[in-house]
């Protein structure tokens, strides 16, 4: 990929669900279906850490997976202060240190902790675990929040550095471009061409094929925050836009590796995008496969009531 333009002028807009927001009562379960995270996610609740141990050591090098695990398992309340207990019993673990330092990133973003203290925690886990990206994720996390354009842009080579198909690196920086105001016309945002240039360089069985619906939605989110209708605007109804919408949906027809850990975040983002776009017929078959998996984003980018905007769209679809 060539090297990215500056990010100049982003704006703050609407929650992007980033890994900052806290959860709420009936909130969204981050876990989607991965059943041995729900597992030592219920574990860790309750201060026994063998399960989770166990989940991250034969999760291996599967980056997506790994990175997946590890930031819904630091949402837990006292994720921090367990794995500052496992750091302490086993100084030398990657594990222990990536989920501590991701802990205090998240505790970071609710303002709950200093962010030196989180970026020395993501150091120090880098350290212990050089070809793993997810310290460096966090690190990013903490920059699409909080740091400057080139912290963004330094955090996010150095993910895909080590990971060149980093699917949640990519939401994030797809996230923060999307920030910008457009510098012509609105179908020629940079978010656009950054995300199909990642789609187009990835390999064909790769999930970044979704990341220009991606782009859009965070285009939505961010002119919904301004006080703007996408819709009235033809935000879904420009020829960029059908022609993303047409690509995505019939790569997903032909997709046959359906275990993509975070799979279920993109199937949301293409019904919310099929539904936005008034082709209900498309999203049915998504919102079957989708079940009741649904995500906060981008639900969240036209409604204050997330769950309530997923329910309504699925009832449209399926003619409920």
């Known amino acids: 990929m060539p090297p990215l333009p500056p990010l100049l002028g982003v704006r703050r807009a609407l929650t992007d669900q980033s890994g900052d927001a806290p959860d709420a009562p009936g909130a969204f379960d981050h876990a989607l279906d991965d059943e041995g995270l729900r597992t030592a996610r219920a574990a860790l609740a309750q201060g026994r850490r063998q399960a989770a141990r166990s ?13 997946h695990r590890l930031t819904v398992l630091a949402r837990e309340p006292y994720a921090a202060a367990w794995a500052q207990e496992w750091a302490q019993a086993e100084p030398g673990s990657a594990d222990a240190a990536t989920l501590y330092a991701l802990a205090l990133v998240r505790r970071t973003l609710r303002g709950k902790e200093d962010p030196g203290d989180a970026r020395a925690a993501c150091d120090t886990a880098a350290a212990l675990a050089p070809a793993d990206p997810t310290p460096w994720l966090g690190l990013l ?164 009531d997330p769950r309530a905007a997923f329910h309504a769209a699925r009832a449209r679809a399926l003619g409920r």
């Open 141 to 304: 996390l903490l920059a699409r929040r909080l740091g400057t354009e080139g912290e963004v842009l330094g955090a996010f080579a150095e993910v895909r550095r080590r990971h060149p198909e980093h699917h949640h690196a990519h939401h994030l920086l797809i996230a923060r471009l999307a920030e910008r105001p457009p510098g012509g016309r609105p179908e020629a945002h940079e978010a656009f061409d950054v995300a199909e240039r990642a789609a187009a360089e990835a390999p064909a069985d790769s999930p970044l094929a979704v990341l220009p619906v991606v782009a859009h939605a965070e285009r939505h989110r961010v002119l919904t925050a301004a006080g703007l209708a996408p819709a009235a605007s033809g935000h879904w109804a420009g020829p960029r836009a059908r022609a993303v919408l047409r690509a995505c949906f019939d790569w997903w027809l032909e997709w046959e590796h359906d275990d993509h850990p975070r799979r279920l975040l993109d199937l949301n983002h293409l019904a919310f995008a099929l539904s936005s776009a008034g082709r209900p017929a498309e999203a049915a078959p998504l919102f079957q496969r989708i079940g009741e998996h649904a995500t906060a984003a981008p639900w969240s980018y036209a409604h204050p």
């Open 55 to 67: 989940l991250l050591l034969h999760t291996g090098d599967d980056w997506d997976r790994r990175a």
